[in-house]
T-cell receptor, first 112, second 112 residues
């Protein structure tokens, strides 16, 4: 069983709307949690990285939250743009910071 | 440009053949990681090298092998290729654990 579960698997939103992606993990203890954006056919690009002591981290219109007690994270996209269409991947690093566990990703499609 | 260089960008080859994918990490990064991403699938960790030595192994087939050279570039060798090996192969590098973890733009391998 994957140690990082993401939901929903995919979603479609209208341009300008907001959306929230979920990430639940079982990796424990952990070093950090990252959200990546991957455009089709391209390499993943880091959006945010949070340690267990951080609750929220923003990067422009992207805001990630972390609840280390419930082992949940979310990525909120505000005022979506067509360029936000991509796969968003949640990645958790173990405490030794050597092993990364990847979620399967959430595919976001933004329509005009 | 992420600083991680992968070549070639595209590769088409026949079943049963052998190919070599190359990765040059960001300047100063000692760790190199290889991932496979099949169509509509998540990233699957293959193998990690740190300063020339194998550090961790994931779901890497026996037909696949990798190495990291003294100049820190890495090569992933895929042999006896099968149709199912068609995928995007990503390399990532880091200088310390998962911090600064950066992906290359990938090599798209098509086996026909």
């Amino acid at each position: 069983k994957n140690q990082v579960e993401q939901s929903p698997q995919s979603l479609i939103i209208l341009e300008g709307k907001n959306c929230t992606l979920q990430c639940n993990y079982t990796v424990s203890p952990f070093s950090n949690l990252r959200w990546y954006k991957q455009d089709t056919g391209r390499g993943p690009v880091s959006l945010t990285i949070m340690t267990f002591s951080e609750n929220t981290k923003s990067n422009g219109r992207y805001t990630a939250t972390l609840d280390a007690d419930t082992k949940q994270s979310s990525l909120h996209i505000t005022a979506s743009q067509l360029s936000d269409s991509a796969s968003y991947i949640c990645v958790v690093s173990d405490l030794g910071d050597y092993k990364l566990s990847f979620g399967a990703g959430t595919t976001v499609t933004v329509r005009a | 440009d992420s600083g991680v260089t992968q070549t070639p960008k595209h590769l088409i080859t026949a079943t049963g053949q052998r190919v070599t994918l190359r990765c040059s990490p960001r300047s100063g990064d000692l760790s190199v990681y290889w991932y496979q991403q099949s169509l509509d699938q998540g990233l699957q960790f293959l193998i990690q090298y740190y300063n020339g030595e194998e550090r961790a192994k994931g779901n890497i087939l026996e037909r696949f092998s990798a190495q990291q050279f003294p100049d820190l570039h890495s090569e992933l060798n895929l042999s006896s290729l099968e149709l199912g090996d068609s995928a995007l192969y990503f390399c990532a590098s880091s200088s310390r654990g998962s911090y600064g973890y950066t992906f290359g733009s990938g090599t798209r391998l098509t086996v026909v």
